[in-house]
């Protein structure tokens, strides 16, 4: 099953690739890993989403744990909490296709925000699957290319992963 | 105080308790080694090679509880050291491992000597630090200690870059006194309640066996265990790693367990109805094949380090802690509850281990005109009485030292388990030597396994370090030999040593004695001359049955009750 980390971790240098060389080192699959600082510039905050069996994934929250730097750790998809991910994807409009592709991202709620004659850059913001979804629907041929930041999550309530 | 980083790195080990350092010099560590020449309170240990650093630090960790520390120069000297490294990660040994780095500003810029240290080693250390600021050596070196010796413990290290040791600029100095990480709280308890519940489930059970490992020692529980044992009156069987914590010599002791376990172990094991495991992990060569471990038993599963329970094993009752804490409180539970183990069911369970006993699994040619390396060993433990510190290498010797040296105290065995590292034997006895001057120290060798740290010869010259060296010399890769005997036709490839230096002569080279015995009946008298040598190293090369085999053997991928006893035998 897919499972969603939310890790707290010492802003060290080093840290993410202690995360990274956990799960290449016992073969843990990792779909996508997400980075950036919090408040505390002395914290990270990542995301990871991972899958396997249930087994699989209560060895990876402990050999997470495990790490010297890993301060806090919580499995969102254990409780409710929401995910969004955000991608940029460069798509050729030319002529009719300008209007087609503009109602798209009007139907998904995104933005266009880099027009040429010949392109448009999309960008679209959302829980993974709304996201492939959008990629599902346009023509793959005018696909240029795409960047996903890979999803961040967090969990609902009042309650927050701090120290 | 005002210090420079190089007099910080020395002063911070003082501070520590830090008695003697293992190490080898080079550019990046000159600093560290001039301020080592100025003083006297830390006793540095040339060694010949950086491995033989790393392992004579973890043997005097092993036989000390106290953590072993080193420091090597960068690139070679780095990696040079991480075989000892990962040696002592797997068996989770406290060292604390300096390391020189290439100066601040060159680092990234592939400079002479430098190698990435702390991406090296990230897989074979508990936690690695690189000092970017003198400021932060003493701070981080207190962590190290901290990080290496609590918890689970392991090898840290610590990559220090030549400018941050600079003597030309000092700072004040203070060596914390405490320390508390956020991120890393080893100290739990534990729980009371999954105690009680082991306890219930224990007291109940009608064919208990305790499975014991080297937690056990690191914790240094071994009189909790004992008292346990004794109290409820149950058989305890120990892996590789954790001999000696409960007294080999007693008869509740089934000896080691695994693939090369005694019969009695393993069928205790694969009977048994409640497994108390405390301190050992399911490692591999302990299980045997997954599927077929203790089919019958509920779990009990006492350590320290969460992600071991239930990492190959399901377990049913896991308690997180420290053994030596879960240990006392489970004989206090057990001592206050009503219900005690049921003498009749119990007295039925001992009949049938003794059953199993009966069988003397190892049992070996007594009447052979040549050394048996069984043979070698139990002279051993008759000439040393039992009470020597015992070493070893790795393949068929260290498997017949576990078997036939009886070890009644924790710390005496001193093996590479985990990793399973040739060479290990010699560097560790410096260690173990160094850390109890007055004791015997023992190393059961192999002639492949002396050769690959044999330099460290020189060290045990230097040091005066009077190791009694047991070389059960059979003109094989031993172990290798056996497996290729029994599952390739006896196509020995490449496992035959054809050419082996003169041991004697060799060990006189370096200034020890030499001796060659061939003849079982003057084994016993050349080991006690050997002893009797009290303060000069002995390299006994004693001639073994070249073709022995270990006995009993599971196979890969067989279960528990299916060894092979003898070469004839079938699987029983
Ligand atoms: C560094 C290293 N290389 C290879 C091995 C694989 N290996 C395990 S046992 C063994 C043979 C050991 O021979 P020896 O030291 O003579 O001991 P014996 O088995 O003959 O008693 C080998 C090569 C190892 N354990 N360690
Ligand atoms: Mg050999």
Redesign the interface.
Known sequence: MRHIISIL??NE??AL??VS?LFT?RGYNIESLTVAPTQDPSLSRLTLVTSGSE?II??IT??L??L????KLADLSEGIHIEREMMMIKLRAERTQREEIKRLVEIFRGKIIDVTDTSYIVELTGASCKLDAFVEAVNADLIVEMVRTGPSGIARGSKGLG? | MELSGAEIVVQCLKDEGVEHLFGYPGGSVLHIYDAIYRQDAVKHILVRHEQGATHAADGYARSTGKPGVVLVTSGPGATNAVTGIATAYMDSIPLVVLTGQVPTPVIGSDAFQEVDTVGITRPCVKHNFLIKDVKDIALTLKKAFYIATTGRPGPVVVDIPKDVTDPGIKIPYDYPKKITMRSYNPQAKGHLGQVKKAVNKMLSAKKPVFYTGGGVVLGNASKELTELVDELDYPITSTLMGLGAYPGSDRHFLGMLGMHGTYEANMSMHETDVLIAVGARFDDRVTGHIQQFCPNAEIIHVDIDPASISKTVRVDVPIVGPVKQVLRDMLRVVKEHKKKPDKDVLAKWWVQIEKWRGMHCLKYDQNSDRIKPQFAVETLYKVTKGDAFVASDVGQHQMFAAQFYVFDKPRRWINSGGLGTMGFGLPASMGIQLAHPKAEVALITGESSIQMCIQELATCQQYNLPIKILLLNNGYMGMVRQWQEFFYDSRYAQSTMDVTPDFVKLAESYGHVGMRITDPAKLEGAMKEAFAMKDRLVFMDVVVDPEENVFPMIAAGKGHHEMYLSPESELV
Do not use: H, L, T, Y
């Not at chain 1, 010297?68 to 301060?71: E, H, M």
């Open positions: 971790m010492e240098s080093g690739s202690r060389g080192a087994e209560e060895q402990k050999q744990n495990k010297i730097d890993v301060v120290i």
